[in-house]
């Protein structure tokens, strides 16, 4: 199995030509619109809370710790950028988990050349639901679990610049187990299961989170960071996930 970091971002490089085809096109459009609408609302909460942010800080500080505010200023950068996109992450993920299944499925077909054994497209859509919202919850409690101390360490002076490199991290394995959970999923792959796997090549898997990362901060190409992230985990897990692993030599 190849765990070269460098080809994460080629997949989703990938994914996103796969989501150009014009067989994918009308499995791309709602998890599209609704990609559209959440970032241009969250664009516009983070510059709000951004600045309401350094003035609740500059304001709770006494002068004589004035110079905090340039050892913060790291964490508002971080966050300013981090935060939207794994709220982003949440409640889009959430909205738009059930057609981003359906997305994988085609993707993997289109891939394969094989449908997916017990899936019937549209049909499915209703039972596709109730899977893919409580996948969303078993990853949102994976998700604070592990959060929640790299925050604090955000938050704390001379500490913040590791916690800073540790949500960096975190942030792109998060995104690999985001995404690979649809193709995984319709497998029936179970979440602590989907792990394990993503484990198996954790460069690679990190290379290609930290790729969707990064184009979830570009302006306006963001818009096509959920289908393009869906198309590209899906050809990962086709490639280098969806083969039994050969056992070690004797």
Request: aromatic share 10%; glycine share 10%; no cysteine.
């Amino acid at each position: 199995m190849n765990n070269n970091p460098l080809n994460g971002p080629k997949y989703l490089l990938r994914g996103i030509g796969i989501i150009a085809r014009p067989r994918l096109r009308r499995f791309v459009l709602i998890p599209l619109l609704i990609n559209m609408v959440l970032f241009a609302g969250l664009l516009w909460v983070m510059l709000l809370g951004m600045e309401w942010l350094a003035g609740e800080l500059d304001a709770w500080l006494p002068d004589w710790l004035d110079w905090l505010t340039y050892l913060l200023w790291p964490v508002y950068v971080i966050a300013g950028l981090l935060l939207p996109v794994f709220g982003f992450v949440v409640v889009g993920n959430m909205i738009a988990s059930p057609f981003n299944g359906l997305l994988a499925e085609a993707v993997e077909q289109e891939l394969t050349g094989r449908p997916i054994s017990g899936a019937s497209g549209w049909r499915a859509l209703a039972a596709e639901i109730g899977r893919t919202v409580r996948s969303e919850l078993r990853k949102l409690g994976y998700t604070a679990v592990r959060a929640i101390p790299i925050l604090i360490l955000l938050l704390i002076p001379g500490l913040n610049v590791i916690g800073s490199m540790l949500w960096l991290v975190f942030g792109a394995w998060l995104m690999a187990i985001q995404y690979a959970d649809y193709p995984m999923g319709n497998h029936g792959i179970s979440f602590p299961e989907q792990r394990a796997t993503l484990a198996r090549a954790r460069l690679l898997s990190l290379g290609f989170g930290g790729s969707v990362m990064f184009l979830m901060m570009i302006p306006l190409v963001n818009f096509i960071a959920m289908p393009a992230s869906v198309a590209g985990a899906t050809a990962l897990w086709v490639d280098e996930f969806s083969k039994p692993e050969l056992p070690p030599p004797d």
